[in-house]
């Protein structure tokens, strides 16, 4: 992971004389984690991969106001959840993003297998809720770089994970015993 | 802060950062002792991993198109603008030239009085220097003139003594003709006499 981190710094100062295919190295590198965050926000590749472009493109533009260059993880990140949460109110300005931008349809009692289960109680926590779990389970940020991407204190992230956690666990649980069988 | 599933227990709250690896290391430590000689504890960490590792079963999807960037100077980083001062060759030589702008306008404005006496002098000096030019010029063209004329003149004296000359030599010939005539005449003349 350090080492990962330095390779990351590499880069940004590569990128930041100038060096494109420096940048171009950062996208290969995040790109799949980035698209998948969104993905799992979104519940459309379309919008996803398009909303993927928008960030790496942000982010090359902004890289010389990347303080801490071991911390382009999180900063990357934030600049992917803040164009999530743009592209839903461009989209939907009559609606609050928290309540419609991520529903899919999944009715409960419709899971077949395991994989479903876990897309139906994803798609019943609140986006909050949601994004904190996919921060945490599959991007697996700290608390402290998630306050971060998130913009509100660790104990508000620490809320929404474990609020999530409490609902999943009740949710998969059956699912878990028949997976178990 | 939601429940736990072991609220007896006072350290229940410290299992999800033990299983997100949240704890420093003596205090993870501390939670294997603990989940050791507590079964509620264990069980309950045994039930979050369980729905981690449900949740882990949605795998990542590869992503549809490569991302990739080419160097467009549209896209390029956004500057702060002393660095974009410093990477810009026009940018930086226009500084230059108006800090020497400036330069020289504050120079002029507090060393006004003496660049006047300097001019004023350059102007006495310059009317000296015409005066010695002039007279010089004037010197040298009488000087010219008076050679000319000395010149001239013995160039004219030289042709009068030429003619001169030339004249006294007709007039000797001349002379010498006449006394030559005056002799064949005489001869002539006696010659007829005798015959």
């Known amino acids: 992971m350090i080492f990962r981190a330095v390779e990351d710094a590499d880069l940004i100062a590569r990128t ?3 060096e494109i295919e420096g940048f171009n190295l950062l996208v290969s590198r995040w790109e799949k984690r980035v698209f998948n965050y969104l993905l799992r ?36 990140f934030r600049i992917a959840h803040n164009e999530a949460y743009s592209a839903f109110r461009k989209k939907r300005p009559e609606t609050a993003p928290e309540e419609n931008f991520f529903e ?38 700290k608390f402290e770089e998630m306050a971060d991407i998130l913009e509100c204190p ?25 997976g178990g069988r | 802060m939601s429940t736990s599933d072991n609220p007896a227990c006072e350290r229940a709250d410290l299992i999800r950062d033990y299983a997100f690896d949240e704890l420093t290391p ?33 795998p990542d999807v590869e992503v549809p198109r490569r991302i990739a960037f080419v160097s467009d100077k549209v896209l390029e980083p956004k500057q702060g603008w002393w660095r974009a001062f410093w990477n810009s060759g026009p940018r930086l030589g226009f500084a230059s030239a108006c800090v020497l702008a400036g330069g020289l306008i504050f120079a002029s404005a507090h060393r006004q009085p003496e660049v006047r006496t300097i001019v004023q002098t350059a102007s006495a000096s310059q009317a000296r220097i015409d005066a010695a030019v002039s007279k010089a010029v004037s010197e040298a063209v009488e000087k010219t003139h008076a050679d000319d004329a000395r010149l001239t003149q013995a160039a004219l004296d030289a042709v009068d003594a030429k003619y001169e000359a030339k004249q006294q030599e007709l007039l000797v ?23």
């Open chain 1, 16 to 18: 930041r004389k100038g």
């Open chain 1, 41 to 76: 926000l979104t519940g459309d590749p379309d919008d996803s991969m398009d909303l993927s472009q928008d960030v790496f493109l942000k982010a090359y533009q902004n890289i010389r106001k990347l303080d801490d260059t071991a911390r382009f993880g999180p900063w990357l």
């Open chain 1, 104 to 141: 899919r349809q999944t009715a409960p009692g419709m899971a077949i297998d395991l994989s479903l289960a876990v897309r139906g109680a994803l798609d019943r926590l609140s986006p909050e809720q949601r994004e904190a779990v996919v921060l945490k389970v599959y991007e697996g940020f």
């Open chain 1, 154 to 178: 660790v104990s508000t992230v620490k809320s929404r994970l474990y609020t999530a956690l409490d609902l999943l666990k009740t949710e998969l649980a059956p699912a878990n015993a028949r």
């Open chain 2, 26 to 58: 003596a205090e993870r430590q501390s939670m294997e002792q603990h989940f050791a000689s507590c079964s509620g504890c264990a069980a309950e960490l045994d039930r979050l991993r369980l729905t981690t590792a449900a949740l882990r079963v949605l």
């Open chain 2, 173 to 195: 010939n001349l002379q010498q003709s006449y006394e030559y005539m005056q002799k064949q005449t005489q001869r002539i003349v006696r010659s007829a006499y005798v015959q």
